[in-house]
């Protein structure tokens, strides 16, 4: 730095400080960088990117107040709807949704009844179903209608049965085990269909459902689980005492249940007693149907016990 001697002493040149500032930048005046334009332009990038998609008919507002995209989405919405109603249609036609809540319809004290009532029918009296208004009560209020939550669940624990006897034997398999259930499905689904054909074909005026002859058909998985159990507790002889005895009751319910559906309803829509031959073929059909279930009883379960 360079002094110089003035009258006062010495005084400081601005040359030097002067020479930084034109070294730094070209303004003197400027102490620090603006950066202002480095904010700026992201900014005004979207901005200029949603101008050009508003002006190129873009905006969302524009899509709500579009009267050609309001009028898609009410067609679509009405489609789904007429879809939705097809396919409820269709299903309740071919599978009734709305009456299976009928026959699911039982609680712990109608289970329990009813179960007596399939191991030891020989001291009921009374098998006709009650009807409130030309409509048969729900299963939990009368132990003579049918219900499918006990067949249901007879024929899982059937197959759970089965299983465990499998394992005794050393021969279980998944496989083995989805042969054994869909073996007892089929032979359940072939049972109702060879029923249907047998009414149809008798010409039976009767109110029994497809629904009622499955229930009917699914009680006899109940005298094959105490049939298996017993036979895994206590050998082939309880196994074969314990099946005969459930297949006699079996039979007797049957019986019991099926002619009251098969013959006095038939006689009361033909408005008289039904005799003859067409009383015969419904005797025959009824005691065919009742003989049937032990048969499939022995033929499901035999080789279970060793």
């Known amino acids: ?41 992201p900014q005004a990038g979207y901005s200029n990117q949603q101008a050009g998609l508003q002006a190129a008919g873009f905006s969302g507002q524009s899509l709500l107040s579009d009267p050609m995209s309001n009028l898609a989405m009410a067609y679509g919405s009405s489609l789904a709807s007429q879809g939705r109603e097809m396919v409820d249609k269709n299903l309740d036609r071919f599978i009734p949704i709305s009456k299976l809540k009928y026959y699911f319809a039982v609680d712990t004290v109608y289970v329990g009844k009813k179960l007596g009532l399939l191991v030891f029918p020989y001291m009921h009296e009374n098998w006709e179903v009650s009807y409130q208004q030309d409509t048969p ?31 005794t034997q050393n021969k279980f398999s998944p496989e083995l085990l989805g042969v054994q259930a869909s073996s007892a499905l089929v032979w359940l689904i072939m049972e ?17 459902t497809t629904i009622d002859l499955l229930a009917f058909s699914g009680y006899k998985y109940v005298g094959m689980i105490v049939g298996v159990v017993s036979g895994l507790l206590f050998g082939r002889p309880a196994y ?67």
Not at 20 to 33: A, H, V
Not at 139 to 159: E, G, H, K, S
Not at 192 to 208: F, G
């Open 1 to 41: 730095m360079d002094y110089t001697a003035t009258q006062s002493g010495f005084r400081q040149q601005p040359n030097m400080r002067m020479g930084n500032s034109s070294m730094d930048g070209t303004d003197g005046s400027q102490l620090f960088e603006d950066t202002s334009g480095v904010a700026a332009g």
């Open 137 to 167: 009560v729900a299963p939990r209020f009368d132990v003579n209608a049918p219900d499918l939550y006990i067949p249901a669940m007879a024929f899982i624990t059937y197959i759970l049965v089965a299983g465990l006897a499998l394992g």
């Open 240 to 306: 074969y005492l314990s099946l005969l005895w459930c297949c006699a009751a079996i039979f007797v319910f049957m019986i019991r249940t099926l002619r009251l559906k098969l013959l006095s309803e038939a006689a009361a829509a033909e408005g008289r007693q039904v005799r003859g031959s067409r009383n015969q073929l419904r005797m025959y059909l009824t005691m065919s149907i009742a003989g049937a279930q032990p048969l499939f009883m022995f033929w499901l379960t035999y080789h279970l016990i060793r």
């Open 192 to 208: 109702v269909l060879a029923v249907l054909l047998s009414l149809y074909l008798v010409t039976v005026n009767t109110d029994l």
